[in-house]
């Protein structure tokens, strides 16, 4: 069982900058593909940006050259660093995690809001 937890969401003004971090308990190591959704009201949820047990990385269109995903192995800690922040990034942000073999994600934190106000 992986138990997930987000923090770092906040009101930001456009063009500012959030760090979201993602904790995870027990040992992650490189068994897991790690991701960021985001969903915001009234939407369906969407791929923000995934990072796998190689570090490759694969990011949402919408996000691409302004967040970058990151890990850190000994700590068990997700990162996702925002930059250049615009309004429509406003949604609650979960980490999920999915075995290295497995299609979907199926461990999800509580998610972490982050408003980026015009």
């Known amino acids: 069982q992986v138990q997930l937890m987000e923090s770092g969401g906040g009101s930001v003004q456009a063009g500012g900058s959030l760090r979201l971090s993602c904790a995870a308990s027990?040992?992650?190591?490189?068994?897991?593909?790690m991701g960021w959704f985001r969903q915001a009201p009234g939407k369906e949820r969407e791929e923000v940006a995934t990072?796998?047990?190689?570090?490759?990385?694969t990011y949402g269109d919408s996000v691409r050259g302004r967040f970058t995903i990151s890990q850190d192995i000994p700590k068990n800690t997700l990162y996702l660093q925002m930059s250049s922040l615009k309004p429509e990034d406003t949604a609650m942000y979960y980490c999920?995690?999915?075995?290295?073999?497995?299609?979907?994600?199926?461990?999800w934190g509580q998610g972490t809001q982050v408003t980026v106000s015009s």
């Open positions: 999920a995690a999915r075995p290295w073999y497995m299609v979907k994600f199926v461990y």
């Open positions: 027990g040992y992650i190591g490189r068994r897991y593909d």
């Open positions: 990072i796998a047990t190689d570090d490759s990385t």
